[in-house]
């Protein structure tokens, strides 16, 4: 899993609430256990219409923020159903960084362990980021998590918390399997007694 620290790019501004999972990438494209390839369908139903063609006036087809590798949104992001795909392509279409007064704990919790920073910050914070936002992209925002920190283009610096483990694991690229690796030398050493201990197993 990439590693993150800072972050300064371009901030696509999407005032919607309760974006669901299925918003994010529909039920058809679920078949996949890859996580590379669903950006192009990442918001599927909103970016294309019926023949597949670009809708101009989405946000994310819009040239200024085809590049955009951070997303604020409204509240309750991330709801409806649990499917891990949502982050996946999220994180696919370039989006490293989420920003939203909340998130469904499901979609929250998968976003760590997919190296994406979803950030929660109060209305009045996330409505000064999304104003932001919508200047395009010559306003850049910079996200630091050491900090804890999220800076618009104008300068202004909002505090986010994170919880120091899951703040851990994506500074340092670690996602489930990641952790587990670490113990390696732990695990190895155990099986070795263990088959000692029990050869017949």
């Keep these: 899993m990439d590693k993150f620290d800072t972050l300064t790019g371009i901030a696509a501004p999407m005032p919607m609430v309760n974006i669901d999972t299925d918003m994010i990438i529909p039920k058809q ?11 192009v369908n990442l918001f599927d139903e ?5 023949e597949g063609n670009e809708i101009a006036d989405f946000v994310l087809n819009q040239p200024q923020y085809r590049e ?14 649990s499917r891990e795909h949502a982050p996946w392509a999220i994180k ?6 989420v920003i939203a007064p909340s998130y469904a704990d499901i979609f929250y919790n998968n976003c760590f362990k997919n190296g994406i920073l979803p ?3 109060p209305q009045d914070q996330v409505d000064a980021l999304m104003k932001d936002a919508e200047k395009g992209s010559n306003a850049r925002m910079t996200i ?7 800076t618009s283009s104008d300068g202004d610096v909002f505090s986010f918390e994170v919880d120091s483990f899951k703040k851990h694991c994506l500074m340092n690229g670690l996602d489930d399997i990641g952790l587990t690796m670490e113990k390696a030398a732990s695990i190895d050493s155990f099986e070795k007694q263990a088959s000692q201990a029990r050869p017949w197993v």
């Excluded at 494209?29 to 996580?35: D, G, H």
């Excluded at 909103?46 to 019926?50: F, G, L, S, W």
């Excluded at 630091?144 to 999220?150: G, K, Y």
Aim: with cysteine; charged share 25%; aromatic share 8%.
């Design 29 to 39: 494209f679920l078949k996949t256990i890859k996580r590379s390839g669903l950006g």
């Design 46 to 50: 909103m970016r294309y219409d019926r």
């Design 68 to 81: 955009a590798e951070i997303l604020v949104a409204g509240d309750n992001f991330g709801c409806g159903s």
């Design 92 to 97: 696919d279409f370039g989006i490293r960084c």
């Design 119 to 121: 950030i929660v910050l």
């Design 144 to 150: 630091d998590l050491e900090a804890q920190t999220v």
